[in-house]
């Protein structure tokens, strides 16, 4: 099985697909500098299978790429953060 994830602009969202089935999503909102995460789901039956953490990857290498610093509201992503130093740079610190 391999999972893809696309950048949804128009919905503001990351989706993943697994072989070709709606998976999951996380939300965001792109502001100037920073962008903020509220919100990831992960549909009944892809739970305990990497969708989330898919999602959150491609969540922060978009970030990078774009030069955003990170605001994660969402319970996931921020938990996601804290076992992944390598991107916690991108972690706004100031509110």
Known sequence: MSTEVRDNSQLGRFEAWLDDEFAGFADYEREEARVIYPHTEV?????????????????????????????????????????????QHLEETTP
């Open 43 to 87: 549909r009944v039956g892809f739970e305990g299978r990497g969708v989330g953490g898919e999602l959150a990857t491609a969540a922060m290498v978009d970030a990078e790429r774009r030069g955003l610093k990170v605001v994660a509201t969402c319970p996931f992503i921020a938990g996601w953060l804290t076992k992944h130093p390598e991107y």
